[in-house]
């Protein structure tokens, strides 16, 4: 009797222990759009490189730009819009402190980004991780070819 009720325990704790679901399912990872759309986006690295009278010559725009400028940072709403919100310091206290930019959108199979406003540009999207958003895009300036490469880094 006392063996049957010993094995009886065992077969309780053992059958309670298989009731409940053991299996964790994986997180899905996120989308590039998902990633950019997340949070905000605080620039680090702005530079461009022109040939003008046969010279290349590099410009560093934000090693240039004001400490006002340095602490804005972008919002990729996840509807397509764009907005930079000016960050604890607006460089003029009448400026609005989120402005709208336009409209962002992954193309290409998220090898490119297309910003729309005043203008349109397509950029090469070089790293889009969960920490870093890094592009290259060409314009031309003043009559010369321009390669711009932007950093951002996510504030989370």
């Given at each position: 009797?006392?063996?049957n ?11 309670s ?8 399912t ?58 930079l ?34 203008s ?37």
């Amino acid at each position: 009797m006392r063996f049957n009720l010993v094995l009886l325990g065992f077969i309780v704790l053992f059958a309670s222990c298989e009731t409940g679901s053991n299996t964790v399912t994986p997180e899905k990872p996120k989308t590039k759009k998902e990633i950019l759309s997340s949070d905000r986006w605080r620039i680090t690295v702005y530079t461009s490189v022109y040939t003008d009278s046969g010279e290349t010559k590099t410009v560093n725009h934000f090693h240039d730009s004001g400490l006002c400028w340095k602490d804005n940072y972008l919002l990729f709403h996840p509807n397509g819009l764009l907005s930079l919100d000016e960050g604890p310091t607006r460089c003029n206290i009448d400026d609005p402190q989120i402005v709208e930019l336009g409209t962002w959108e992954l193309v290409n199979n998220d090898a490119q980004i297309r910003f729309e406003g005043d203008s349109t540009v397509t950029a090469d999207v070089l790293t889009l991780t969960d920490s870093l958003f890094s592009i290259r895009y060409y314009e031309v300036v003043k009559g010369h070819l321009s390669v711009s490469n932007k950093s951002y880094m996510h504030l989370k």
